[in-house]
């Protein structure tokens, strides 16, 4: 079987899993909708909508958070007989290229309703609504090609550094993206032409293709052990 | 010893005399402090030296995996670091005393800052494995991962940044022949390779002590064993 209909395969595998136990996703869309509605409570005791930079970085955060949440799932939840199965039937860079897949739709399925609700509650300050829509994008592309490996170390590494290790190992690995996607999005807020974003944007994507091939070169001596 | 140790101490104490007593260019605020050039710059060139040395043996490590490139690995990363931490204080020292600031926001200063955090997270994750094998594979993995993400932070974004106060900023983070006094280049150039050295010594002591270390648990491990 060639590579992209092995990914294919793996990714509707994965898409399935996830729509049978629903509660996992209901579970992350509560937890993105929760933090929002406390954001909103918060800043509502100042008198409603707070100020533009505020508002980007803390929307960031709270991806930052939903995605580190999400990224603990994907290849942690799998049994070591399961990954044994796998291992006789897929590639491992077919598995990794599908979980960076499908991460980056979790992320998005979790960003834009976020971002939805976000704006309903705290007021929306953005001048340049399709930037901003694509800087959520390929932020939650990003955070998904950087945090998928991450994310399969934390499990391997076992249960000693539990929800933490992955934190403490994907923060410092996330923060150039981090960096840059709230320049690109900051820009957007102002409205500021795309000239001003577009460096930033080309090394954003530079920086997913490094990710997403170191990923794909070390992934099979991850799994391996 | 080996020669290039008395080459390291020969360099090292010529940039201590030579770096605090030689000649500099009289400039306006710098003053005295640009002397912080022997120092604090090629400390980075060493830890950047030696974290890719630490990369190249997590490299060698997957290729063919021993516990001599794991040993080797983690103690670069660890001098790696100490000159990291070095360079940061003598960085702030001297920020201190030419932006009045201990530290500012700044690509350079971030990117500095994030290195550290990277190969602390490195030791966090050697900490939290216990079993041998799986802990030099999974930290030889996110050595060489984080590595690749560092670099566009360290010398890509730094290069595309529109402004920093750090010097040799305004395109190129890199001293053109404009900035370097070349009566400092005397001195400049051979710090940078003492001070690699130094760290390349630091580096082989450790491995020595954690080789013998290694060999005494299996001998004990043998003789509970036996």
């Known amino acids: ?225 | 010893m080996k020669w290039w140790k008395y080459l390291a101490i020969v360099l090292l104490l010529y940039t201590a005399i030579a770096g605090l007593l030689g000649h500099v260019p009289r400039l306006a605020i710098l003053n005295e402090t640009e002397r912080n050039l022997y120092f604090h710059v090629p400390m980075w060139f060493g830890m950047t030296i030696i974290l890719g040395a630490s990369v190249v043996n997590s490299v060698r490590y997957l290729r063919n995996p021993s516990p001599r490139l794991d040993i080797l690995a983690h103690e670069s990363a660890k001098t790696g670091i100490l000159l990291g931490v070095l360079g940061l204080m003598t960085g702030s020292l001297w920020a201190r005393y030419t932006w009045g600031t201990w530290w500012t926001t700044d690509v350079k200063l971030n990117g500095a800052a994030v290195t550290m955090l990277i190969y602390l997270a490195y030791l966090v994750l050697r900490g939290a494995v216990a079993d041998e094998q799986q802990r030099a594979r999974l930290s030889a993995i996110y050595n060489i991962f984080a590595f690749s993400a560092a670099i566009p932070l360290l010398f890509i974004m730094p290069r595309i940044a529109s402004a920093s106060l750090h010097p040799g900023m305004g395109g190129n983070p890199g001293f053109s022949k404009y900035d370097l006094d070349s009566a400092m280049r005397l001195v400049f150039y051979p710090a940078v390779i003492g001070w690699t050295l130094l760290g390349v010594w630091i580096t082989e002591v450790a491995c020595r002590l954690a080789f013998v270390k290694e060999k005494i648990y299996t001998k004990l491990d043998e003789k509970q064993l036996a």
Do not use: H
């Open chain 1, 1 to 225: 079987m060639s590579l992209p209909a092995e990914i294919w395969l793996l990714l509707l595998k994965d898409l399935r899993l996830e729509w049978r136990q629903r509660t996992a996703l209901g579970g992350l869309l509560l937890y993105v909708a929760g933090t929002v509605y406390v954001c909103y409570l918060s800043f509502s005791l100042r008198g409603g909508a707070p100020p533009a930079p505020a508002w980007n970085a803390l929307f960031w955060v709270i991806l930052l958070f939903a995605a580190l949440g999400a990224a603990g799932r994907g290849l942690a939840q799998e049994s070591a007989g399961l990954r044994l199965y796998y291992y006789t039937v897929a590639r491992p860079e077919a598995v990794i290229l599908a979980k960076i897949i499908y991460n980056a739709l979790l992320l998005l399925a979790l960003a834009l309703p976020g971002l939805l609700l976000y704006t309903l509650l705290l007021g929306n300050p953005v001048q340049d609504w399709p930037l901003y829509a694509a800087s959520v994008g390929l932020g939650a592309i990003s955070l998904a090609s950087s945090l998928t490996l991450v994310a399969g170390i934390a499990a391997r590494a076992g249960q000693a550094g539990g929800g933490t290790l992955l934190a403490v190992l994907g923060l410092p690995v996330l923060v150039p993206v981090l960096l840059l996607l709230v320049k690109v999005s900051k820009n957007a807020l102002d409205g500021l032409p795309w000239e001003a974003s577009q460096s930033s944007v080309i090394t954003l994507v530079a920086l997913n293709f490094i990710v997403a091939a170191v990923s794909y070169l070390l992934f099979p001596f991850l799994w391996r052990s």
